[in-house]
């Protein structure tokens, strides 16, 4: 999330569903994909995760839920 977003913008994890499909009996590797996130209006956003096995079987998905929110200004002091 920090490297997709503007520097204006900020995230918080608000929640994870997460779904065990089979036992990983190898290493694992995690690929994620998000939506373009524009500045502006806070929102949700859903994060996919889906975590593969070195045979390419999917082993976990997992979808997380981001809080993100234009960053509060900083105010002098």
Do not use: F
């Not at 995760?49 to 979808?63: E, N």
């Amino acid at each position: 999330m920090e490297a997709s977003l503007s520097k204006d913008m900020r995230w918080l994890p608000k929640g994870m569903n997460v779904k065990y499909l089979k036992k990983a009996e190898t290493d694992v590797v995690a690929h994620c994909t998000a939506p373009d996130i524009a500045d502006g209006e806070p929102r949700e956003s859903v994060v996919h995760v889906d975590i593969k096995d070195m045979r390419g079987t999917t082993v976990c998905q997992a979808d997380v839920i981001m809080w993100v929110s234009p960053k509060k200004p900083k105010t002098a002091g």
